[in-house]
């Protein structure tokens, strides 16, 4: 019997701002994307999958109207298309850092605003129209949100008196001396699927096996793994010295007296931690970078 071929799973990845950490996500997960400049259908090492191209913001329409199986795009995005989509996993990844990002409510600094509320018959600026309007709605203002292009924060003061824009860390609009008034949304990149296609047993298991992988290279980002020998009687004081995500693995050397132990450690205090095992009587320290973490 010849055995049935896979169903194609049509994957959309985000261009632009979040192309380089998804593609840099998917490798950590064991996939290589390679794309060119001159296609908007990059090339992966899966033969099950075929990926494009599109603007986060188009990613949730795609997917609804079924163009696409499924997407990688923002939470703040599926809400602006309000499309009707199965939500997958949340994958809390920025294009800056492994987090959720912002869109909030700012005006200058020596704007008189202090509460969405200040802003009736006002004019705000944004990328994300639908959702401010609703966002007014829901605080009962009534005020004209304006279609932005890009380059919002220059539309202070003289052709908006606020603007809803997206931020990670606030540095941009600090730098542009506005100041945050409310927070409208809270954003992270969504795999989404199409309905239809998730109903697909084939489509969806691919899913289900794609999101492992990549949940496990989120998981594994600020973490290292740490390998080191130890005398057993040296070996309470070095466990002592050394925080574990779970617990280490010891296991038995050939040379009896002597444990190996393994373990994963958050990246940022193996440098602090080294010294201290070695002075616990720990040698052999091996530090080696994790692609992926599957709980």
Same mark, same amino acid.
């Given at each position: 019997?010849?055995?049935?071929?896979?169903?194609?799973?049509?994957?959309?990845?985000?261009?632009?701002?979040?192309?380089?950490?998804?593609?840099?996500?998917?490798?950590?997960?064991?996939?290589?994307?390679?794309?060119?400049?001159?296609? /908007?259908?990059? =090339?992966?090492?899966?033969?099950?999958?075929?990926?494009?191209? $599109?603007?986060?913001?188009?990613?949730?329409?795609?997917?609804?109207?079924?163009?696409?199986?499924?997407?990688?795009?923002?939470?703040?995005?599926?809400?602006?298309?309000?499309? =009707?989509?199965?939500?997958?996993?949340?994958?809390? /990844?920025?294009?800056?850092?492994?987090?959720?990002?912002?869109?909030? @409510?700012?005006?200058?600094?020596?704007?008189?605003?202090?509460?969405?509320?200040?802003?009736?018959?006002?004019? !705000?600026? +944004?990328?994300?129209?639908?959702?401010? &309007?609703? /966002?007014?709605?829901?605080?009962?203002?009534?005020?004209?949100?304006?279609?932005?292009?890009? *380059?919002?924060?220059?539309? %202070?003061?003289?052709? *908006?008196?606020?603007?809803?824009?997206?931020?990670? =860390?606030?540095?941009? %609009?600090?730098?542009?001396?506005?100041?945050?008034?409310?927070?409208? @949304?809270?954003?992270?990149?969504?795999? $989404?699927?199409? +309905?239809?296609?998730?109903?697909?047993?084939?489509?969806?298991?691919?899913?289900?096996?794609? +999101?492992?992988?990549? &949940?496990?290279?989120?998981?594994?980002?600020?973490?290292?793994?740490?390998?080191?020998?130890?005398?057993?009687?040296?070996?309470? &004081?070095? %466990?002592?010295? @050394?925080?574990?995500?779970? =617990?280490?693995?010891?296991?038995?050397?050939?040379?009896?007296?002597?444990?190996?132990?393994?373990?994963?450690?958050?990246?940022?205090?193996?440098?602090?931690?080294?010294?201290?095992?070695?002075?616990?009587? *720990? &040698?052999? !320290?091996?530090?080696?970078?994790?692609?992926? $973490?599957?709980?």
């Amino acid at each position: 019997m010849t055995p049935t071929t896979p169903p194609i799973l049509k994957l959309g990845i985000p261009k632009g701002s979040l192309e380089s950490a998804t593609i840099d996500l998917f490798r950590r997960a064991g996939f290589v994307i390679t794309t060119s400049a001159r296609s /908007y259908f990059p =090339t992966i090492d899966d033969p099950e999958i075929e990926c494009m191209l $599109i603007r986060a913001q188009e990613i949730a329409r795609y997917v609804e109207d079924g163009v696409l199986d499924a997407g990688l795009t923002g939470y703040d995005w599926v809400i602006e298309n309000d499309a =009707t989509v199965e939500t997958v996993a949340d994958l809390v /990844y920025a294009k800056q850092s492994f987090g959720k990002v912002r869109w909030v @409510l700012a005006v200058p600094e020596a704007s008189p605003v202090v509460s969405v509320r200040d802003l009736e018959g006002k004019i !705000i600026a +944004t990328e994300l129209v639908g959702a401010t &309007q609703r /966002y007014l709605a829901a605080n009962g203002v009534s005020a004209k949100v304006e279609f932005s292009w890009g *380059a919002t924060e220059a539309k %202070l003061p003289e052709l *908006a008196d606020a603007i809803v824009e997206v931020t990670e =860390t606030g540095s941009s %609009l600090r730098a542009n001396k506005l100041r945050i008034v409310e927070t409208v @949304l809270e954003s992270n990149t969504q795999l $989404i699927a199409n +309905t239809g296609s998730w109903k697909i047993e084939a489509k969806r298991r691919k899913l289900e096996d794609i +999101t492992m992988l990549l &949940q496990g290279a989120i998981c594994a980002l600020d973490k290292v793994g740490l390998m080191l020998n130890v005398k057993t009687s040296d070996l309470d &004081q070095v %466990l002592a010295a @050394l925080p574990a995500l779970r =617990t280490p693995t010891i296991s038995h050397l050939s040379d009896e007296g002597w444990l190996a132990v393994n373990t994963i450690l958050n990246e940022s205090v193996v440098r602090s931690i080294i010294p201290r095992l070695k002075e616990a009587g *720990a &040698q052999g !320290i091996v530090e080696y970078p994790l692609n992926k $973490i599957v709980m």
